[in-house]
C-alpha cells in the first residue's frame, strides 16, 4: 500500500521556522515529481511548492517565494520544506502530493498525504 505521511507541524510564532517531512513508503518516489499544497480555513487549497523528479527544477508560490525551501532525499523517499519567517496566513493544512508527470501537479496527483497542520501565531 502507498503512503505519503506528513509530520513536522505544530504551533509556531509569526517569524519562526518549521520544517515540514513527507515520508513515502509502499514504493520508491525517485521518478515522481513532489510537493505541497496548503489548505486554510474556508479557503481552497492552493499550490506551494513543488520540486521535479531530477530534483533540478523548483517551483514556488508567489506567496512563500524566498522564505519557503523545497528539496528531497530520494535515498530515504523523503520530501522537506523547510519554512521560515513564519507568517499568520501561513496557517493551514499542509498536503504532500508525488505526481508522475509534473506538469499534472495541479489537475491530477497520483498520491495525497494526510495533511500536517500549521499554525502560525501573531
Known amino acids: 500500500q502507498v503512503q505519503l505521511v506528513e509530520s513536522g507541524g505544530g504551533l509556531v510564532q509569526a517569524g519562526g521556522s518549521l520544517r515540514l517531512s513527507c515520508a513515502a513508503s509502499?514504493?520508491?518516489?525517485?521518478?515522481?515529481?513532489l510537493g505541497w499544497f496548503r489548505q486554510a480555513p474556508g479557503k481552497e487549497r492552493e499550490f506551494a511548492a513543488g520540486?521535479?523528479?531530477?530534483?533540478?527544477?523548483?517551483e514556488y508560490a508567489d506567496s512563500v517565494k524566498g522564505r519557503f525551501t523545497i528539496s528531497r532525499d530520494d535515498a530515504e523517499n523523503t520530501v522537506y520544506l523547510q519554512m521560515n519567517s513564519l507568517k499568520p496566513e501561513d496557517t493551514a493544512v499542509y498536503y504532500c502530493?508525488?505526481?508522475?508527470?509534473?506538469?499534472?501537479?495541479?489537475?491530477?496527483?497520483?498520491?495525497w498525504g494526510q495533511g500536517t497542520q500549521v499554525t502560525v501565531s501573531s
Open positions: 502530493f508525488a505526481v508522475t508527470h509534473y506538469s499534472d501537479r495541479d489537475s491530477n496527483p497520483n498520491y
Open positions: 509502499g514504493r520508491t518516489f525517485s521518478s515522481y515529481g
Open positions: 520540486i521535479t523528479w531530477t530534483g533540478i527544477y523548483t
